[in-house]
C-alpha cells in the first residue's frame, strides 16, 4: 500500500473517529449539553463539542496505533507459530474474552455479571460480522486474523477506558475505537495498489501451478515404477 493510501486511511479514520465520539457523547454526556443550551450559550456550548471531537480523536489515534501494532503482531506470529497461529489467535481471543467478563465484575461492586456478559458478547458479535465481511471481500483465511483485531486488540485498547469510574467515558472510548478498527481492516485491502495485488495473486498462481505439476509428475514417476516392477517380476 503506498504513502498516499497510508495517509488517506489515516485521515478518513480520524474524522469518522471524531464524529463518532460526537455522536456518542450526545447520548451518554447530555447533561454536558443540556446545561448551555437553555439559556443557549453558544461559546461555552461550542467549547464542549469540541472537546468531545477531540477526545474521539484521541481515541481513533489509539485505534490506529494499535492496528499497526496488530500489522506487526500477525505477521510476527506468522513467522513463528506458522499454520498453528490461527489456533493460537482463537485461543487468545477466549482468553480476552473471559478476561473483559470476569476481571472488570470482581472489581466493580455496582454492576451485575450479566453486564459484563453482555458487553463481551457485543464486542465478539461486531468482530464476527467484521470478520465474516472482510472474509467474503478477501479470502477466508482473514476471517480469524480480523476477529483477533477486533476482540484482542480492541480490548486491550481499551484497557485505560475500563480502568476509569464511571461508564461514561468508558463507552466515548470503545465507541471510536470499534469504529476504528472496523474501517480500517476492511479499507486495507480496496487501498492496496492493483499491481502488487495482480503480481500477488500471480505468484500465488505460480506456486498453486508448480505443485500440481510437482503433483502430477511424482504420481507418473510412481506408475512408472510400478509397471517396470511388474516386467521384472513377469521376466
Known amino acids: 500500500m503506498g504513502s498516499r493510501n497510508v ?18 457523547s450526545f447520548f451518554v454526556r447530555a447533561d454536558q449539553y443540556k446545561q448551555y443550551l437553555n439559556p443557549l450559550d453558544m461559546k461555552e456550548l461550542t467549547g464542549v463539542v469540541l472537546f468531545f471531537i477531540g477526545l474521539g480523536l484521541v481515541f481513533t489515534v489509539v485505534s490506529q496505533t494499535g492496528f499497526f501494532a496488530y500489522l506487526f503482531i500477525n505477521r510476527f506470529g506468522l513467522g513463528l ?64 486474523p480480523t476477529l483477533f483485531l477486533m476482540v484482542v486488540m480492541t480490548t486491550l485498547e481499551w484497557v485505560p477506558g ?16 470499534l469504529l476504528g478498527n472496523t474501517y480500517q481492516i476492511l479499507m486495507l485491502h480496496r487501498l492496496q495498489e492493483p499491481e502488487k495485488i495482480k503480481a500477488s495473486e500471480e505468484r500465488r498462481r505460480q506456486v498453486a501451478l508448480k505443485k500440481e505439476e510437482a503433483a502430477a509428475k511424482e504420481k507418473n514417476e510412481k506408475q512408472s515404477e510400478k509397471k517396470n516392477n511388474k516386467k521384472r517380476k513377469k521376466s
Open 7 to 24: 495517509v488517506k486511511m489515516f485521515l478518513q479514520t480520524l474524522i469518522f473517529g471524531g464524529l463518532a465520539g460526537l455522536i456518542t
Open 162 to 177: 475500563l480502568r476509569t469510574d464511571g461508564s461514561e467515558y468508558k463507552w466515548l472510548m470503545i465507541v471510536p475505537l
Open 81 to 144: 507459530f506458522r499454520s498453528f497461529w490461527g489456533p493460537v489467535q482463537i485461543v487468545l481471543i477466549a482468553f480476552v474474552l473471559f478476561d473483559l467478563i470476569y476481571f472488570p465484575y470482581i472489581g466493580e461492586n455496582g454492576q451485575s455479571l450479566g453486564h459484563h456478559i453482555v458487553v463481551g458478547l457485543a464486542i465478539l458479535f461486531i468482530g464476527l460480522i467484521v470478520a465474516t465481511i472482510k472474509a467474503k471481500e478477501t479470502n477466508k483465511s482473514a476471517f480469524i
